[in-house]
């Protein structure tokens, strides 16, 4: 923890119990700030929180559905109440379900968009007004490279993606008066517990990898570093934009 461009902050992060929720948790962390690990796996939040008090950090466990309008509003204050304030929210829960138009069930439609897109609404909601008196804030979406492009299959996801981009901007737009900026993250193929199918199929793994003009999958540390870049002071002139890091995919 040698750069603590971080300190005094406290950083929120949905979905953190695992792969780019946890690298960029563990990323802040290192840079400082107090971290509030919230997603539905209480166990899993757990091992992460222990990992940041094993490196000198801390972190608290929240299990929370961040779907549920009240859950949320509760958790806002189970927050401000074990920090003292909330600077950084880093909107990374999401699910993908898969299917084609005609096959798919509405339920799976309303669960795909709740959690990418109704969940960021209520969390940014319920979290600015902390932003707002502590004078700081920090809000970072986990968009996504199908917020920029389609892929068969993906209707909902990429319709959530799409409308979470175009919520980043408008909120920017919302909060700039009071100095908070709100930005989007679309991560293309990096290399966490999700992907290691593909990662540890030999033939899989070259037929994606054909794909990236890199030549190779993302390092979440990667995702980490950039994720503390837009927390950051450093970012005080960003707002209302969509960072690609994707190792070329969509130039492609």
């Known amino acids: 923890m040698t750069d603590q461009k971080l300190t005094?902050?406290?950083?929120?992060?949905?979905?953190?119990?695992?792969g780019l929720g946890r690298s960029m948790a563990l990323a802040l962390s290192g840079a400082g700030a107090k971290l509030a690990l919230v997603a539905r796996d209480t166990a899993k939040l757990e091992e992460v929180a222990a990992a940041i008090a094993r490196a000198g950090g801390e972190a608290a466990a929240f299990q929370t559905d961040v779907t549920?309008?009240?859950?949320?509003?509760?958790?806002?204050?189970?927050?401000?109440?074990?920090?003292?304030?909330?600077?950084?929210?880093?909107?990374?829960?999401?699910?993908?379900?898969?299917?084609?138009l005609l096959d798919y069930k509405l339920e799976d439609w309303h669960k795909v968009i709740a959690t990418n897109l109704t969940a960021v609404f209520l969390m940014s909601r319920a979290l600015v007004p902390h932003m707002k008196a502590a004078g700081?804030?920090?809000?970072?979406?986990?968009?996504?490279?199908?917020?920029?492009?389609?892929?068969?299959?993906?209707?909902?996801?990429?319709?959530?993606?799409?409308?979470?981009?175009?919520?980043?901007?408008?909120?920017a737009m919302e909060l700039a008066a009071d100095?908070?900026?709100?930005?989007?993250?679309?991560?293309g193929p990096f290399a966490t517990e999700m992907n290691l199918p593909v990662i540890n199929d030999p033939a899989a793994n070259a037929q994606?990898?054909?794909?990236?003009?890199?030549?190779?999958?993302?390092?979440v540390k990667d995702m980490g570093a950039l994720a503390v870049f837009l927390?950051?002071?450093d970012s005080k002139f960003i707002t209302?934009?969509?960072?690609?890091?994707?190792g070329g995919w969509l130039a492609s």
């Open 8 to 18: 005094g902050k406290v950083a929120v992060v949905t979905g953190a119990s695992r």
């Open 68 to 100: 549920d309008e009240a859950a949320v509003a509760e958790l806002a204050r189970a927050i401000a109440a074990r920090f003292g304030g909330i600077h950084i929210l880093i909107n990374n829960a999401g699910i993908n379900i898969r299917g084609n």
């Open 136 to 171: 700081y804030g920090r809000i970072i979406n986990m968009t996504s490279i199908l917020s920029h492009v389609g892929l068969a299959g993906r209707t909902a996801y990429c319709s959530s993606k799409a409308g979470l981009l175009g919520f980043t901007k408008a909120l």
């Open 179 to 187: 100095k908070i900026t709100v930005n989007g993250i679309s991560p």
């Open 208 to 219: 994606f990898l054909a794909k990236i003009p890199l030549g190779q999958w993302g390092d």
């Open 231 to 233: 927390a950051s002071e």
């Open 240 to 246: 209302g934009t969509d960072i690609v890091i994707d």
